[in-house]
């Protein structure tokens, strides 16, 4: 009995021996010519009519006392320039959202996210970051507390909390350990090293 199913060796058989054109070099045929016709109507767009590059404009930025003149595209956060364009990464990219304070910096002397601002916002801003805190070779107060009372396990969300501390004893929330609690709360540690992190903001707020 003859096979005439589809997609058989029997099938393809007796599409080669009609000598004709089955159905799958057709599709293939039909198919190669409509890529063409549309890679030939992609090239022959006039330039105007395609979408422009992205411009960019001259940011001056003082970074950790160091002053900078950038040509950026005026759509990158500050997080990004800080650590792709000026290779500062101690700042870091946590949700990039603006809802784990590891990207804490501070302009201008107060704290912000700086996943959630762009850096052509900021043109002639001071900021610091967690690498401009050493003096000398000596660490920062806070950095010193976080040491001593063990406020960091993986490190990751440290220098965002360490920034936001600094912030928080400069503003004046550090009186107490539910205070540090409230106005930290912005600065998510996954490990949980909670305690030694509010500890070290109330030492070091006392000897500030």
């Given at each position: 009995?003859?096979?005439?199913e589809?997609?058989?060796?029997?099938?393809?058989e007796?599409?080669?021996?009609?000598?004709?054109?089955?159905?799958?070099?057709?599709?293939?045929?039909?198919?190669?010519?409509?890529?063409?016709?549309?890679?030939?109507?992609?090239a022959a767009?006039p330039?105007?009519?395609?979408?422009?590059?992205?411009?960019?404009?001259?940011?001056?930025?003082?970074?950790?006392?160091?002053?900078?003149?950038?040509?950026?595209?005026?759509?990158?956060?500050?997080?990004?320039?800080?650590?792709?364009?000026?290779?500062?990464?101690?700042?870091?990219?946590?949700?990039?959202?603006?809802?784990?304070?590891?990207?804490?910096?501070?302009?201008?002397?107060?704290?912000?996210?700086?996943?959630?601002?762009?850096?052509?916002?900021?043109?002639?801003?001071?900021?610091?970051?967690?690498?401009?805190?050493?003096?000398?070779?000596?660490?920062?107060?806070?950095?010193?507390?976080?040491?001593?009372?063990?406020?960091?396990?993986?490190?990751?969300?440290t220098?965002?909390?360490?920034?936001?501390?600094?912030?928080?004893?400069?503003?004046?929330?550090?009186?107490?350990?539910?205070?540090?609690?409230?106005?930290?709360?912005?600065?998510?540690?996954?490990?949980?090293?909670?305690?030694?992190?509010?500890?070290?903001?109330?030492?070091?707020?006392?000897?500030?």
């Amino acid at each position: 009995m003859k096979n005439d199913e589809p997609f058989t060796d029997g099938a393809v058989e007796t599409e080669q021996r009609r000598g004709g054109l089955s159905r799958r070099s057709v599709l293939l045929t039909v198919g190669g010519v409509a890529s063409l016709a549309v890679a030939s109507e992609v090239a022959a767009q006039p330039i105007s009519d395609r979408p422009p590059a992205a411009s960019t404009g001259r940011v001056r930025l003082v970074v950790n006392g160091r002053q900078h003149e950038l040509d950026l595209d005026p759509r990158r956060s500050l997080l990004d320039v800080l650590r792709e364009t000026l290779d500062l990464t101690g700042t870091k990219k946590g949700c990039n959202q603006g809802a784990c304070g590891a990207c804490t910096v501070l302009l201008n002397g107060r704290r912000i996210v700086s996943c959630l601002t762009l850096a052509a916002m900021h043109d002639g801003a001071e900021i610091k970051t967690i690498e401009g805190l050493e003096t000398n070779g000596e660490l920062h107060p806070l950095q010193s507390a976080f040491v001593e009372h063990d406020g960091l396990q993986c490190g990751f969300c440290t220098p965002g909390q360490i920034m936001s501390g600094i912030g928080c004893i400069a503003e004046g929330h550090a009186g107490s350990p539910d205070e540090i609690r409230f106005w930290m709360s912005g600065n998510i540690c996954r490990c949980g090293a909670y305690p030694g992190i509010v500890a070290a903001v109330a030492d070091a707020a006392k000897r500030a």
